[in-house]
């Protein structure tokens, strides 16, 4: 699998987990590696989730290089699980804030 593919998956799956947790998927925005050159080889991948692009309401996380690459795409796996945990995270800091999920 190319990395453009496996990227869109994990992406995918992002999404997927926002709707599992009831959450519109248009007012959180997922970059992965956002600002960091396209192709450069890493072992770890930066996932940032926002809400609306208000700093205070994004949570940032290391993911593993092998997550992606092996992991996207499958259904329940230690990426989703993480992505899972982050954005428990995130709805938390949402709902203290007041913001409508």
């Given at each position: 699998?190319?990395?453009?593919?496996?990227?869109?998956?994990?992406?995918?799956?992002?999404r997927t987990v926002l709707k599992r947790r009831q959450l519109?998927?248009?007012r959180y925005i997922v970059d992965i590696d956002a600002g960091l050159p396209p192709f450069e080889v890493r072992d770890a991948h930066l996932l940032q989730i926002s809400y609306n692009h208000f700093p205070q309401l994004a949570v940032e996380a290391s993911i593993p290089h092998a997550w992606v690459m092996e992991q996207s795409g499958n259904?329940?796996?230690?990426f989703l699980l993480a992505v899972d945990e982050i954005v428990?995270?995130?709805?938390?800091?949402v709902q203290a804030a007041g913001r409508m999920l």
């Open positions: 699998m190319s990395f453009q593919a496996a990227l869109s998956l994990a992406q995918a799956g992002i519109d998927p248009l259904g329940h796996d230690q428990l995270a995130l709805k938390g800091k």
